[in-house]
């Protein structure tokens, strides 16, 4: 597996460096790389196979935690750094 060996507590504010798929049309092979990433907002969930961050938490008094939510699979973490 890749990426961090522990993760912070869950609330935690997070930056994550991550890298995504990316599709190369009509263009040059040396032009067909995945890309790097950064995502920053709280740690919400810490799943076996992923995490979520959550970039905007709304005020809503129901039950679940409502907002904007990024997963991110584990495999393409490359580090969560506190911020």
Do not use: H
Request: hydrophobic content about 45%; overall charge positive; proline content about 7%.
């Amino acid at each position: 597996m890749r990426g961090p060996r522990r993760l912070p507590k869950l609330g935690t504010l997070v930056a994550v460096d991550w890298v995504d798929i990316t599709a190369s049309v009509n263009s040059n092979l040396s032009e067909a790389t995945p890309a790097k990433c950064v995502t920053t907002g709280r740690l919400v969930k810490k799943a076996d196979d992923f995490v979520v961050i959550a970039t905007s938490i709304f005020d809503d008094p129901g039950p679940d935690l409502c907002g904007d939510f990024v997963a991110i699979p584990v495999g393409v973490l490359v580090a969560i750094r506190r911020i």
